[in-house]
């Protein structure tokens, strides 16, 4: 039942333990603890030029032989509009006057996508896992990553994403509850409020697919671990415990506000970026949210809220995190990993027959 199954067996992994991939927070020393602690490490490629990528990746394998993930967000090119641009930028800037920061910038923003020299790089480096957020790449991206013997993942928050997924070829599933931390990894246009969380999305996702089914939100101890794989997941992903291992690169105000976060701190909203994500309140989201304007298309939005948080202002900072942050310490990658498998099987053996 625990550790070894045909996703830990696949991957090559001692647990399957997965840390999520989070876009530039997540670096090649906490990959590198994480895969040689016997989890799944990740390196989030959202914004990086593939050359940047490549060397991510070289500064992974440089710190461990172990198994790699490497992550793309996909998203269409922004469509920004005139009209809201305008009252954003207007409402934004006392914010940046506040901190002496000039005229609010135009919105930018490109798509994302793995591009000719992304995949280029991709079949080079050969990484052990490639996953997607928001979808899947064209036919012909996805074939030539598999046909390199990669493993594909990407993430479905209802039953109909997952079997859209599992239809296209992918190798596993990971069901991402609402507990989530970071971007909803929606792409079918569901509803927030219509989507559950992990204790009911889990189970619907196992028995409506064969591949195995990854279970990520709000995971951050062993006896969640043991629940998700008592609802039939055969692997975890975590991100926002993983915010509180010291080789992650968080912003310090985001390090403060994750150690005082509570069990009610988080909210789900689309004001930060332009897509909906799970963070801790503070003053920017909640002054955000009551503005009753429209965000710029993502990610374009958040290209006038990154300069915010390089104020150091946790009040004006994007405090991503899901809904089990209280349960997070500071703690070391590898101390981490080897204390949640630990506890997990303690807690498996407990319910084990005699
Ligand atoms: C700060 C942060 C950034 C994230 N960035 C990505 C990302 O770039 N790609 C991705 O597939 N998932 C990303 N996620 C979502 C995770 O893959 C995962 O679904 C989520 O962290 C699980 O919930 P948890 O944070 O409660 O553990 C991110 C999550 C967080 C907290």
């Given at each position: 039942?625990?550790?070894?199954?045909a996703l830990s067996e696949?991957?090559?992994?001692?647990?399957?333990?997965?840390?999520?991939?989070m876009?530039?927070?997540?670096?090649?020393?906490?990959?590198?603890?994480?895969?040689?602690?016997?989890?799944?490490?990740?390196?989030?490629?959202w914004?990086?030029a593939?050359?940047?990528?490549?060397?991510?990746?070289?500064?992974?394998?440089?710190?461990?032989?172990?198994?790699?993930?490497?992550?793309?967000?996909?998203?269409?090119?922004?469509?920004?509009?005139?009209?809201?641009?305008?009252?954003?930028?207007?409402h934004?800037?006392t914010?940046?006057?506040?901190?002496?920061?000039?005229?609010?910038?135009?919105?930018?923003?490109?798509?994302?996508?793995?591009?000719?020299?992304?995949?280029?790089?991709?079949?080079?480096a050969?990484?052990?896992?490639v996953?997607?957020?928001?979808?899947?790449?064209?036919?012909?991206?996805?074939?030539?990553?598999?046909?390199?013997?990669?493993?594909?993942?990407?993430?479905?928050?209802?039953?109909?994403e997952?079997?859209?997924?599992?239809?296209?070829?992918?190798?596993?599933?990971?069901?991402?509850?609402?507990?989530?931390?970071?971007?909803?990894?929606?792409?079918?246009?569901?509803?927030?409020?219509?989507?559950?969380?992990l204790?009911?999305?889990l189970?619907?996702v196992?028995?409506?697919?064969?591949?195995?089914?990854?279970?990520?939100g709000?995971?951050?101890?062993?006896?969640?671990?043991?629940?998700?794989?008592m609802?039939?997941?055969?692997?975890?992903?975590?991100?926002?415990?993983?915010?509180?291992?010291?080789?992650?690169?968080?912003?310090?105000?985001?390090?403060?506000a994750?150690?005082?976060?509570?069990?009610?701190?988080?909210?789900?909203?689309?004001?930060?970026?332009?897509?909906?994500?799970?963070?801790?309140t503070?003053?920017?989201a909640?002054?955000?949210?009551?503005?009753?304007?429209e965000?710029?298309?993502?990610?374009?939005?958040?290209?006038?809220?990154?300069?915010?948080?390089?104020?150091?202002?946790?009040e004006?900072?994007?405090?991503?995190?899901?809904?089990?942050?209280?349960?997070?310490r500071?703690?070391?990658?590898?101390?981490f990993?080897?204390?949640?498998?630990?506890?997990?099987?303690?807690?498996?053996?407990?319910?084990?027959?005699?």
């Open positions: 039942m625990w550790p070894r199954n696949r991957l090559n992994i001692r647990w399957p333990i997965l840390q999520a991939p876009g530039w927070l997540s670096t090649p020393a906490l990959a590198a603890a994480v895969s040689n602690a016997g989890g799944l490490g990740g390196l989030g490629m914004g990086f593939a050359e940047d990528a490549e060397r991510r990746i070289s500064g992974f394998r440089q710190q461990s032989p172990g198994s790699l993930n490497v992550n793309y967000p996909l998203w269409p090119e922004p469509s920004i509009s005139k009209e809201t641009t305008a009252a954003m930028r207007a934004l800037q914010h940046y006057d506040a901190h002496n920061l000039g005229p609010v910038p135009q919105p930018e923003g490109e798509a994302g996508e793995v591009s000719r020299e992304h995949l280029a790089m991709l079949l080079r050969k990484p052990q896992l996953s997607f957020h928001f979808g899947l790449p064209q036919t012909d991206v996805i074939e030539a990553i598999k046909n390199a013997g990669i493993f594909i993942i990407s993430s479905a928050t209802t039953v109909r997952a079997k859209f997924l599992e239809d296209r070829g992918v190798d596993a599933i990971i069901a991402q509850g609402t507990e989530a931390g970071g971007h909803r990894g929606t792409f079918s246009g569901a509803a927030m409020g219509a989507q559950a969380g204790m009911a999305l189970p619907q196992v028995d409506a697919v064969k591949v195995p089914v990854i279970a990520a709000g995971i951050s101890d062993g006896r969640q671990v043991a629940a998700a794989f609802l039939g997941a055969s692997g975890v992903q975590l991100g926002t415990a993983f915010l509180r291992c010291e080789e992650a690169n968080v912003l310090d105000a985001h390090r403060a994750l150690r005082r976060a509570e069990d009610s701190s988080t909210i789900v909203t689309d004001m930060i970026t332009g897509r909906p994500a799970r963070y801790i503070n003053r920017l909640n002054d955000l949210i009551a503005s009753g304007l965000p710029v298309s993502f990610p374009a939005q958040y290209s006038m809220i990154a300069p915010l948080g390089q104020t150091g202002d946790g004006l900072t994007p405090l991503f995190a899901g809904q089990s942050v209280a349960m997070g500071d703690t070391t990658a590898a101390e990993v080897e204390a949640l498998a630990d506890s997990t099987s303690r807690r498996l053996r407990a319910f084990a027959p005699q």
